[in-house]
């Protein structure tokens, strides 16, 4: 699931808010060892583009607990 979520992030990250509905639908679908893969990978592949909604995203998930 991991490999299938960077490919459609890849896919849709011409679209901002696209990009962000499909970062948050994966996070609810990948287990936790695997959304900390998926941080680092998003971080460094689209950090410089969109920070903000990384950090959004990611910080709703890590205060989740």
């Known amino acids: 699931m991991f490999e299938y979520t960077k490919e459609i992030l890849t896919k849709v990250s011409f679209d901002k808010k696209l990009f962000k509905k499909e ?14 893969m998926l941080m680092v990978w998003c971080l460094a592949t689209f950090g410089h583009k969109y920070s903000d909604v990384l950090t959004e995203v990611f910080r709703k998930v890590t205060h989740q607990g």
């Open 23 to 36: 970062l948050v639908k994966a996070m609810r679908w990948l287990k936790s060892d695997e959304r900390k």
